[in-house]
């Protein structure tokens, strides 16, 4: 019966005005600000944070690569930084400096505070890179988005956004991958993006305009957000779109793009990527959203929506390049200069085949539960609702189980009700409706008798329902939870409280030590000590089950994905699923080699690093240190692209190590699999 997402809380403030960069002359709505997408030359940004390390090495870098950044902001400071203003505040920022955009460099504690200062300011586009940012602060913020029509949102949890032709840097992307170009890329991960970027580098398509939506379970910006900026761009010619396990983003996308092809004569063709068709049962993979909940698709299902109304799909983002070649060739729009294409770059599209479906969950134990969420032992969850007054016990086998809940919806980015009159062994939640509220607003009880009606209650539960909701909302809301699921016995006119799942997600905790007493009854011993090792050290490491021989390092949750998939696709089978994190060091990847090595299945170890803010020189050096340490006596099979790739593939090189280096994904991953099978 596992469900739902993330949340939590913060007190943030907003004020509207007017807005000079969107081209709507009606303002309406959020809607009313995807123009804002369309950055480039034009484009004034600044920074929040800026004269901070992170935000300092990545201005230096987008100014010299072009971008216009004409300043930022750090609180207290007025002064100079790297011969630019710097200004104590967002609204002061907006109106000496008329930005267009900002982009937003601090910690996930700071990060809603600061969009906060940004959507009150009115700055046209606001882009968060922080991960880890509690999903309560998140929900306040798209209820206050969804309340004005000047500022439009970019992540959080993503790359940012880039214009290849605008010379235009928002976020950290690597930028010696990108060439301006005609493909507009929309993606879920940002890894899997940046293979995307490379790929048609090299097939000498270059890209337009790149937007990171971010893994987080509620973005700012979407697929058809993004899809809309792109069907209207002259500068885009084809579209690129990478998605992954979580929610109904690409489903929503498959519907756009639906009606975009009756509505267009010579529509733009477009290709995808979907992530997760080999996932860990009930589990996040690495991105906050990458979850599959009650109700919602698996890979496959999104892969076929896609099929279904004509995009091509790819195994591998490395094939994109090649894909979209072909495919620009088709519709009759020109295929480009194709003279940087490598000889490496030998790939054909890739229909579904031989692609393994996620396996059915088939208990609800903690270890079916992602360790960057707390979900709390049955008799625990039934004391806190004990605590507020309410019959809370084992179910006497008589009388019928139905559900009642708190979540998130996903597709009105707010909490909501979760309702359903059944529930069967099969299938938790059947018949399941969802009853969305808005965060700052709460639940209005005007829609109570909606959910009795649902649950198909009596009118003597009137009060019991309105007691238990009331409940859930207040423990919801003071303990920042992301899930509360109960199940419930009608008796006499009143809920008995039979079952209750309840999650809770520890950015809070980790970011700002809030709900210290809720996350103090996480037990430990019940979790995979291999796991919870990895996770001491940022480290987000999954163990598959089966047979799987081959051990996977790899830096990016989505790109982690997919590798699992491209092996299992290959005829290989990976033991695990392991993502480094985006501030890995080489004693972070070190300790990686030591978490996969404890499983005694692993053949052989395949590192697939595509860099961003990971520089590959550091995850080479890592890889040395571990041969070092740890009396490696295991095949390391070692592909590294991206930032600080050629430094990271040269210490490889001269590392006089029994490692196998290869450039080309598929020629890497052929090695691990043919060196697995022979161990």
Avoid at 250 to 269: F, H, M, V
Avoid at 388 to 409: M, P, Q, T
Avoid at 630 to 635: D, V
Wanted: aromatic share 6%.
């Amino acid at each position: 019966m596992a469900t739902m997402i993330r949340h939590f809380a913060h007190r943030i403030s907003s004020r509207v005005t007017t807005n000079h960069f969107s081209t709507s002359t009606r303002r309406n709505g959020y809607e009313d600000t995807i123009a804002n997408l369309k950055i480039g030359s034009h484009t004034r940004v600044i920074f929040q944070g800026f004269t901070g390390k992170q935000a300092t090495v990545n201005a230096k870098e987008s100014i010299a690569w072009g971008t216009n950044i004409v300043g930022g902001v750090t609180p207290g400071k007025n002064g100079e930084h790297l011969g630019l203003p710097v200004l104590p505040n967002v609204r002061e920022a907006m109106e000496q400096l008329k930005p267009d955009a900002t982009g937003i460099y601090v910690a996930a504690h700071q990060a809603p505070g600061a969009i906060a200062e940004a959507i009150a300011a009115e700055i046209p586009l606001i882009v968060a890179v922080a991960e880890h940012i509690p999903i309560h602060d998140i929900l306040r913020i798209h209820s206050m988005l969804k309340s004005q029509s000047k500022s439009r949102l970019v992540g959080a949890n993503a790359p940012g956004i880039i214009s290849a032709i605008g010379m235009c840097r928002i976020g950290f992307q690597p930028l010696p991958c990108f060439m301006p170009g005609r493909i507009g890329i929309v993606a879920k991960s940002g890894t899997l993006s940046y293979e995307a970027v490379a790929s048609t580098t090299r097939a000498g398509l270059g890209q337009s305009l790149c937007i990171g939506m971010g893994g987080d379970v509620l973005a700012g910006t979407n697929f058809v957000d993004a899809l809309k900026i792109l069907e209207n761009d002259d500068d885009t010619d084809g579209i690129v779109l990478i998605g992954e396990i979580g929610g109904v983003a690409e489903l929503q996308a498959a519907d756009w793009i639906r009606e975009y092809k009756k509505r267009s004569t010579n529509p733009k063709p477009i290709s995808a990527c979907i992530g997760g068709v080999i996932a860990a049962p009930g589990r996040v993979m690495g991105h906050a959203g990458a979850l599959v909940l009650p109700g919602e698709p698996d890979a496959l299902t999104k892969i076929k929506a896609l099929e279904d109304v004509g995009v091509t799909i790819v195994k591998h983002p490395a094939r994109f390049g090649d894909a979209m070649k072909t495919l620009l060739g088709r519709s009759g729009r020109a295929s480009g200069d194709a003279s940087t294409t490598v000889a490496s770059q030998r790939r054909s599209m890739h229909t579904v085949r031989r692609i393994r479906p996620i396996l059915k969950a088939t208990s609800r134990s903690n270890k079916a539960q992602q360790k960057c969420t707390l979900y709390i032992k049955k008799d625990l969850a039934l004391d806190l609702l004990r605590e507020r007054g309410f019959n809370a016990g084992e179910y006497s086998g008589k009388g019928r189980k139905r559900v009642l809940g708190i979540a998130v919806d996903r597709s009105t980015l707010s909490p909501c009700i979760i309702a359903s009159p059944t529930i069967t062994l099969d299938d938790p939640l059947v018949e399941v409706k969802k009853f969305p509220f808005d965060y700052r607003k709460g639940f209005d009880m005007i829609r109570l008798p909606a959910i009795s009606e649902h649950l198909q209650l009596g009118n003597s539960t009137k009060d019991s329902l309105s007691k238990l909701i009331n409940g859930l909302l207040d423990i919801y809301m003071k303990k920042e939870a992301f899930l509360l699921e109960t199940t419930f016995v009608e008796r006499l006119g009143e809920l008995n409280v039979v079952g209750a799942n309840f999650g809770f997600d520890d950015a809070a905790f980790r970011s700002t030590k809030r709900q210290g007493d809720i996350h103090a009854l996480r037990r430990i011993e019940d979790e995979d000590p291999q796991e919870v090792e990895a996770e001491k050290d940022g480290i987000v490491y999954i163990k598959l089950a089966g047979e799987g021989n081959i051990g996977t390092l790899v830096n990016g949750a989505g790109l982690a994905m997919n590798t699992v998939d491209a092996l299992a696709d290959a005829g290989g089978k990976a033991a695990n699923f392991l993502d480094t994190g985006g501030k890995a060091t080489s004693e972070t990847v070190k300790k990686s080699f030591q978490v996969i090595l404890q499983d005694k299945r692993v053949k052989v170890i395949f590192v697939n690093i595509f860099g961003g803010l990971t520089l590959g020189d550091m995850i080479a050096n890592g890889i040395l240190l571990a041969f070092k340490e740890l009396e490696m006596n295991l095949p390391v099979v070692v592909r590294i692209r991206g930032t600080h790739e050629e430094e990271g593939q040269k210490i490889i090189a001269e590392s006089g190590l029994p490692l196998h280096a290869f450039d080309g994904f598929e020629e890497a991953a052929a090695k691990a699999i043919e060196l697995a099978n022979k161990a």
